[in-house]
C-alpha cells in the first residue's frame, strides 16, 4: 500500500514537472535582448516605480497632497511644482503620487478578487462536469451578456460609493472571462496522460485537481489576470471619474482627472499629468501581460 | 469586458507590440489636443468684453439658441421647484407685478394695487388688453383660478404655494378687478407676486391638460410654447400678439427674435464650448476659470448679475453636539478663511457673502461687512477652554470622543460647493477639528428627513427678508423643522413682527436685529452671493436681467 502510493507520487511528479519545464525553456528562448525586450524593460520598470509610489510616496512626493496653497493655485509646470497644481494650490506631482496607492489597489485587489471567485467557478465547473458545470456555466452566460462596464456601473451605482464597493464591482464584472479561461483550462489538462496515471494508481480527485490539475492549468490565468489589471485600473478610473468612487482627501488619479476636467482650456496640467499616469500604467501593464502570454502560448512552440 | 480579451485576444498575433501601438497613439492624441486647448486658451487677444448691450436699432427675427446647466422639471410654474425653470418662464409667462432694480415693484398684468387698512387683503386692478396664447382673455377670473389651484392641495403645488403663503381666498370685484384675502398680514405678499413661479397659467390650458399641462404649457408671455424634448431642448416661438411688456422690459411690443430654443447641455466645457465655437449663441452659469478665460476672448461677450435672497451659507445644525455651543461654533468661525475659500475657487468672480441676507434685500447689514475675520489662535483658544485636548494625531478629543464635524454636502458639485468642503476640511484640521465629508445625491433623505448633519450648505433667491422664517424660526412639534433648527422666542417674535410692520425703515430694523442675533450667536457661516452668468456670442444685443437674476428675453435681439 505505502509503496504504491510513493510510486503514483513520484510518477505524478515526474508527468507534472515535465510541461513545466517545456514552459520555462520556451520562456527563455523568448528573453533575447530585443526591441521587444527593451519595451519589456522599461514596463518593468514603470510598474517597479509607481509600485514604490504606492508603498513610499512620502520619500518621491516633495509636498503634502493635502497642503493647499491658495497662494499658488493653478501654476503651470515649473522646476518646483513638476506638475503644476491645482485649483486648491495643491502640487499635482505629489497628488499623482499618492494616488497611485489606491488606483493600484483598487486594480490589483479587484484582479485578485475576480481571479480567485472566477477561477474557482472555472475550475469546479471543468473538473466536476456534468450538472454542475451546465448550471454554473448558464450563471457565467448570464453574466456575460451584460457588458463589463455596465454591470461595474450598476453595482457600484446600487452599493454606493466607497473603494470597496469599486472594487467588488470590477471583480464581479469580470469574473465570467476567468470563470470561462479557466474552465477550459481545466478540460484540456484533465484529460492529460499524467492525470489518467494519477488517477489509476488511486489519488483521491480533490488530490489530483490541487496537485496537477491546478498548477497546470493557471498559467492562461495568470497571463489574463495581469492583462486585466491594465482594465481593471482604467475601470476603477472611469468609475471614480463618473463620482461613484470614494471621497476622501488623497484622490485616485480617476477622481483627479474628474476633479481637472473643468479646468481642461485654462490648466491642462491638472488632468493631463494624472491621465498620463493611467495610460503609462496600464501601457506597461500590458506590454508585460503581452510578453508573458507569448513566452507561455503553446501555439508558438517552434516559431520562435 | 473587463480582463476577457486578455486570454482570448489573437494567439495567432505575431508582433507582440502590435496592440501597443493604438495606445501610444491615442495616449499622444490626447497630449496633443491638451495642450491645444490649452495654447488656444492663453493666446486670446487682450481685448476686453463689453459688460452688456450696445445701444442701435434692435433686428428683427433670428433664433436665440441658450444652453442651460440643467433641465426644467416642469413648465408649469405652479408645480415647479427648480430655478432653471424660472428662467423658461420669464419667456412663457408675465406676473401680475415686477420688481425694479432698486427693490420696488412695477406694474406688469396688474397696474394698480393697494392693501387694505388691516393688511388682510389687496385689490388689484388688471390690464385689460390681455390674451393668453391659447386665445382665452386674461382677466380676474383667471388670477382667483391660478392662485386658488395653488392652494388646493390636489395641484401639488412646490414653491409657488411657500410664495402665496398666508393667501387665503379671492374676490372678483369686476372684470379687471380682483381682492385678494390672506390668512394673516404679511408684508412679503405682494412682493412675492413679483416671482417667476407665481406666473399666471392659462386655466382653459391647465383645466383642460391636467397633470400633464407642464408639459404643454400656455402664458401671456412674449413666447409660446412650440415642443419640449427631455433632456435635449425646450422650443418656443414669438407670440406676435404680444403688447403688454412690463414697465420695466425696454421693449413692450412683441418680440425681436422668431424663436428662443433652450438647449439643456449639464457638462460645463460643451456648454461654453458651444458658445465659442458658435453652436449655441448663449450659454448660462460659466465657471469661474472659463469666466476669466472669456473675458479675453474677442468673439464672446460675458454678462454678469448678482442674485438676491439668501447667500450660500452653511448651516450648523443646533440639535448636534457639541455645535450647540456657541463657543465650539465660534472656533469654527475663526478656524475657517471664507476670503481665501471664495478667492481660490472662484477666482475673483464670486463676491463674499457677509450676512444671512444678500446686499438688495431689505434691512440688509453692511454693518456685518469685514467683522467676521479667521483667527485660529483664538479658535484654539476657544476649543482649549471647552476642554478638547489636542491628541497624538492633532485631532482634540474630550472624555475620549474625537471633535469630528459632520459636513453633509449634496451631488453633483453644483459652483463648487464640495470644493468648499474640501477646503473647510483641511482649515479645521489645522485647529485639530476632524471633518467628516459626506458627499450624497439623497440630500432629501439625508439632509430633510434625517437631519443626519453638523454643517450643511443651502442657498435660496428671494425677494423678501420675511424668507429668514423658514431658515431660523422655531417649528412646532410635527412640523418640518427648520435647517438651523434655531428654537428662540425672541428671533420668532422678531420674525413675527417683521412679517406684517408696514414701515420700511422700522421692518429694515427688525431684520438688521435678526441678521445681527445670526452673527453674534455664530449660527451660520456665510460663503458666497451666487453671480448668475451668461456667456454670449458677440451677436447676442440686450440682454438684461430682472434683480433675481432671470434674464429678460424680450429685449434680445442678434446683430446681424
Not at chain 2, 396 to 408: A, N
Not at chain 2, 480 to 501: H, I, Q
Request: with cysteine; hydrophobic share 40%.
Amino acid at each position: 500500500m505505502k509503496n504504491s502510493a510513493a510510486i503514483a507520487k513520484s510518477v505524478a511528479e515526474r508527468s507534472a514537472a515535465a510541461p513545466r519545464r517545456e514552459g520555462r525553456r520556451k520562456a527563455g528562448r523568448r528573453f533575447r535582448f530585443g526591441a521587444a525586450e527593451l519595451l519589456t524593460g522599461l514596463a518593468v520598470l514603470t510598474v517597479v516605480f509607481l509600485a514604490a509610489c504606492a508603498l513610499f510616496p512620502r520619500l518621491i512626493a516633495p509636498f503634502s497632497p493635502t497642503d493647499m496653497n491658495t497662494a499658488a493655485i493653478l501654476q503651470a509646470p515649473s522646476s518646483i511644482h513638476f506638475f503644476g497644481t491645482d485649483y486648491f494650490g495643491r502640487d499635482v506631482f505629489s497628488l499623482v503620487v499618492y494616488g497611485t496607492r489606491d488606483s493600484l489597489l483598487i486594480g490589483v485587489s479587484a484582479v485578485a478578487v475576480g481571479v480567485l471567485i472566477g477561477g474557482t467557478i472555472g475550475a469546479l465547473s471543468g473538473y466536476i462536469g456534468g450538472r454542475t458545470d451546465t448550471v454554473l456555466m448558464r450563471l457565467i452566460d448570464v453574466l456575460l451578456t451584460v457588458p463589463g462596464i455596465l454591470l461595474a456601473l450598476a453595482i457600484a451605482a446600487a452599493l454606493g460609493p466607497g473603494l470597496r464597493n469599486i472594487v467588488l464591482a470590477i471583480a464581479v464584472s469580470s469574473v465570467p472571462g476567468y470563470a470561462r479561461v479557466m474552465r477550459g483550462q481545466i478540460m484540456t489538462i484533465r484529460k492529460r496522460g499524467y492525470v489518467f496515471a494519477s488517477r489509476a494508481l488511486g489519488a483521491r480527485p480533490s488530490a489530483v485537481l490541487l496537485k496537477h490539475v491546478l498548477p497546470n492549468s493557471l498559467a492562461p490565468l495568470l497571463v489574463m489576470a495581469t492583462l486585466g489589471l491594465g482594465t481593471s485600473i482604467l475601470a476603477g478610473a472611469g468609475l471614480s471619474f463618473l463620482g461613484l468612487g470614494v471621497i476622501k482627501e488623497i484622490p485616485d488619479w480617476g477622481a483627479l482627472l474628474s476633479q481637472g476636467r473643468g479646468y481642461l482650456t485654462v490648466a491642462w496640467w491638472i488632468c493631463t499629468f494624472p491621465g498620463l499616469a493611467i495610460t503609462l500604467f496600464v501601457l506597461s501593464v500590458n506590454v508585460i501581460g503581452d510578453h508573458w502570454r507569448d513566452a507561455v502560448d503553446p501555439k508558438r512552440k517552434g516559431r520562435g | 469586458m473587463f480582463g476577457i480579451q486578455g486570454g482570448k485576444q489573437n494567439a495567432e498575433q505575431k508582433k507582440k507590440s502590435r496592440a501597443v501601438y493604438p495606445l501610444a497613439a491615442l495616449a499622444l492624441a490626447v497630449a496633443t489636443a491638451l495642450s491645444g486647448c490649452g495654447a488656444a486658451a492663453e493666446g486670446g487677444t487682450a481685448q476686453a468684453a463689453p459688460g452688456g448691450a450696445q445701444t442701435s436699432a434692435p433686428v428683427q427675427g433670428g433664433e436665440l439658441t441658450y444652453a442651460l446647466a440643467t433641465s426644467p422639471d416642469t413648465l408649469d410654474p405652479r408645480r415647479s421647484g427648480l430655478a432653471v425653470s424660472v428662467r423658461v418662464f420669464s419667456a412663457l409667462y408675465d406676473t401680475l407685478l415686477v420688481r425694479r432694480q432698486d427693490g420696488s415693484l412695477a406694474p406688469s398684468l396688474a397696474t394698480e394695487w393697494e392693501a387694505s387698512g388691516d393688511g388682510l387683503s389687496y385689490t388689484l386692478k388688471l390690464r385689460q388688453d390681455v390674451k393668453f396664447q391659447d386665445g382665452t382673455p386674461f382677466n380676474a377670473e383667471a388670477v382667483k383660478y391660478n392662485f386658488d389651484s395653488i392652494i388646493d392641495p390636489d395641484t401639488k403645488a412646490a414653491n409657488a404655494l411657500a410664495l402665496l403663503r398666508p393667501y387665503k381666498s379671492s374676490e372678483v370685484v369686476d372684470e379687471y378687478t380682483i381682492k385678494l384675502n390672506l390668512e394673516t398680514p404679511s408684508q412679503a405678499f405682494l412682493g412675492n407676486l413679483s416671482q417667476g413661479m407665481l406666473s399666471i397659467v392659462s386655466e382653459a390650458a391647465a383645466k383642460a391638460e391636467g397633470e400633464d399641462y407642464g408639459k404643454k404649457p400656455v402664458g401671456t408671455g412674449p413666447f409660446k410654447f412650440a415642443s419640449w424634448t427631455e433632456n435635449a431642448e425646450i422650443k418656443l416661438t414669438k407670440n406676435p400678439d404680444y403688447a403688454w411688456g412690463s414697465a420695466e422690459a425696454k421693449n413692450t411690443g412683441a418680440a425681436y427674435l422668431d424663436a428662443l430654443t433652450f438647449k439643456i447641455v449639464p457638462e460645463e466645457a460643451t456648454r461654453i464650448g458651444g458658445v465659442q465655437s458658435g453652436q449655441v449663441l448663449a450659454a448660462e452659469t460659466v465657471p469661474p476659470q472659463n469666466v476669466v478665460a472669456l473675458q479675453s476672448d474677442p468673439n464672446a461677450q460675458l454678462l454678469q448679475t448678482n442674485t438676491i435672497g439668501f447667500p450660500y451659507t452653511l448651516f450648523f445644525n443646533l440639535e448636534h453636539k457639541p455645535w450647540d455651543e456657541l463657543k465650539a461654533r465660534q472656533a469654527v468661525q475663526y478656524a475657517v478663511d471664507i476670503d481665501a475659500i471664495v478667492k481660490t475657487l472662484y477666482l475673483g468672480t464670486y463676491e463674499r457673502a457677509w450676512s444671512s441676507v444678500t446686499p438688495g434685500i431689505l434691512g440688509y447689514d453692511e454693518s456685518l461687512e469685514g467683522k467676521l475675520k479667521p483667527d485660529p489662535a483664538k479658535a484654539n483658544a476657544l476649543l482649549d477652554e471647552l476642554g478638547w485636548t489636542k491628541g497624538a494625531d492633532g485631532i482634540r478629543v474630550k472624555d475620549g470622543k474625537k471633535l469630528t464635524l459632520h459636513y453633509v454636502d449634496g451631488s453633483p458639485n453644483r459652483e463648487k460647493r464640495n470644493d468648499i468642503a474640501a477646503m473647510i476640511r483641511e482649515q479645521l484640521k489645522a485647529v485639530g477639528i476632524e471633518t467628516e465629508v459626506e458627499i450624497t445625491q439623497d440630500v432629501a433623505t439625508v439632509v430633510y428627513q434625517n437631519w443626519d448633519y453638523d454643517l450643511y450648505g443651502n442657498s435660496q433667491v428671494n425677494s423678501d427678508p420675511h424668507g429668514l422664517t423658514s431658515f431660523y424660526h422655531s417649528t412646532k412639534e410635527g412640523d418640518r423643522r427648520t435647517l438651523s433648527g434655531l428654537s428662540d422666542p425672541e428671533v420668532d417674535k422678531w420674525l413675527e413682527e417683521g412679517a406684517v410692520e408696514k414701515d420700511e425703515a422700522k421692518r429694515a430694523e427688525i431684520y438688521k436685529k435678526v441678521q445681527q442675533y445670526i452673527s453674534d450667536q455664530a449660527l451660520i457661516l456665510p460663503i458666497y452671493v451666487f453671480p448668475y452668468t451668461v456667456a454670449a456670442g458677440k451677436s447676442v444685443q440686450g440682454l438684461a436681467f430682472d434683480p433675481f437674476g432671470y434674464p429678460i428675453f424680450n429685449d434680445v435681439y442678434l446683430q446681424k
